[in-house]
C-alpha cells in the first residue's frame, strides 16, 4: 500500500489562491468531459495554466491524484449524510433520504463514483492511507445508522454491518446499471429507490 503524500505537503500560494483545489476541481471537470484515462498530471498543469513542476508538488503521480479524486467525493457524501441527518424529519423520512442521497450522488458525479467504488483503484491495490481513511470512516459511520435505527425498530434485522453491506450492495448495483448505460432514464433513479424501501423497513403495525 502507497501512503499519500498530498496531505502532508507544503501547502503554497499560486495565483490561483489554493492551487490543490483548483487542480482538484480541473481534474474533475476533465474527467467528466473525457474520462478517467485520459486524465494526466501533464494536461491537468496545462488546464490550469501553471508548470508541470507545481502540479507534482501536491500529487506523486496519476494514481495520487485519483485517489485525492476519490478522497474529495467521500468528503461530499459525509456533508450529504450530515445534510440529512440535520434535518427536521421523522427517521423513515431520513432513511428514505438517505437512500435517494445515494443515488442522487451516485448518478450525478459517475467518474467520481467509479473513483471511489471502482476497480480503478482498488482492485489494483493502489488505494493511499489517505483514501482508506476516509472510505472505511465513512462506511462505519453508514453501519452506526444502521444500528440506530435498527435499535429503534426501523430497519429490519440485528446485525448493523451486514444490514449496511446488503443496502449498500443493493444502492451500489442500481446506481451502477445508471452508470453504465443499462438503465438509461435517471429520472426514475429516486423511483426506484423508493420501491425498494419495503425490503429493509420494519412493518408497520
Given at each position: 500500500?502507497?501512503?499519500?503524500?498530498?496531505?502532508?505537503?507544503?501547502?503554497?500560494?499560486?495565483?490561483?489562491?489554493?492551487?490543490?483545489?483548483?487542480?482538484?476541481?480541473?481534474?474533475?471537470?476533465?474527467?467528466?468531459?473525457?474520462?478517467?484515462?485520459?486524465?494526466?498530471?501533464?494536461?491537468?498543469?496545462?488546464?490550469?495554466?501553471?508548470?508541470?513542476?507545481?502540479?507534482?508538488?501536491?500529487?506523486?503521480?496519476?494514481?495520487?491524484?485519483?485517489?485525492?479524486?476519490?478522497?474529495?467525493?467521500?468528503?461530499?457524501?459525509?456533508?450529504?449524510?450530515?445534510?440529512?441527518?440535520?434535518?427536521?424529519?421523522?427517521?423513515?423520512?431520513?432513511?428514505?433520504?438517505?437512500?435517494?442521497?445515494?443515488?442522487?450522488?451516485?448518478?450525478?458525479?459517475?467518474?467520481?463514483?467509479?473513483?471511489?467504488?471502482?476497480?480503478?483503484?482498488?482492485?489494483?491495490?493502489?488505494?493511499?492511507?489517505?483514501l482508506q481513511t476516509i472510505?472505511?470512516?465513512?462506511?462505519?459511520?453508514?453501519?452506526?445508522?444502521?444500528?440506530?435505527?435498527?435499535?429503534?425498530?426501523?430497519?429490519?434485522?440485528?446485525?448493523?454491518?451486514?444490514?449496511?453491506?446488503?443496502?449498500?450492495?443493493?444502492?451500489?448495483?442500481?446506481?451502477?446499471?445508471?452508470?453504465?448505460?443499462?438503465?438509461?432514464?435517471?429520472?426514475?433513479?429516486?423511483?426506484?429507490?423508493?420501491?425498494?424501501?419495503?425490503?429493509?423497513?420494519?412493518?408497520?403495525?
Open positions: 500500500m502507497k501512503a499519500s503524500t498530498s496531505t502532508s505537503k507544503p501547502s503554497a500560494k499560486y495565483h490561483h489562491g489554493n492551487l490543490r483545489q483548483t487542480l482538484l476541481a480541473a481534474a474533475k471537470q476533465m474527467i467528466a468531459a473525457d474520462g478517467i484515462e485520459s486524465l494526466s498530471l501533464r494536461k491537468l498543469a496545462d488546464k490550469v495554466s501553471v508548470s508541470r513542476t507545481a502540479a507534482y508538488h501536491y500529487f506523486d503521480d496519476k494514481n495520487d491524484l485519483l485517489c485525492a479524486i476519490a478522497s474529495d467525493g467521500f468528503r461530499q457524501w459525509q456533508q450529504l449524510l450530515k445534510q440529512s441527518e440535520q434535518q427536521n424529519q421523522t427517521e423513515r423520512q431520513k432513511f428514505e433520504q438517505y437512500l435517494v442521497n445515494y443515488m442522487v450522488f451516485a448518478t450525478h458525479h459517475p467518474e467520481e463514483y467509479e473513483l471511489m467504488f471502482g476497480r480503478c483503484i482498488w482492485k489494483q491495490a493502489q488505494c493511499t492511507e489517505e472510505a472505511h470512516g465513512t462506511f462505519q459511520h453508514q453501519v452506526e445508522m444502521m444500528a440506530y435505527w435498527q435499535s429503534i425498530g426501523l430497519v429490519l434485522g440485528d446485525n448493523p454491518l451486514r444490514t449496511a453491506q446488503i443496502i449498500w450492495g443493493t444502492l451500489h448495483g442500481i446506481a451502477k446499471l445508471f452508470i453504465d448505460g443499462v438503465y438509461v432514464d435517471d429520472t426514475r433513479a429516486e423511483e426506484i429507490v423508493k420501491s425498494a424501501l419495503p425490503m429493509f423497513l420494519v412493518p408497520k403495525d
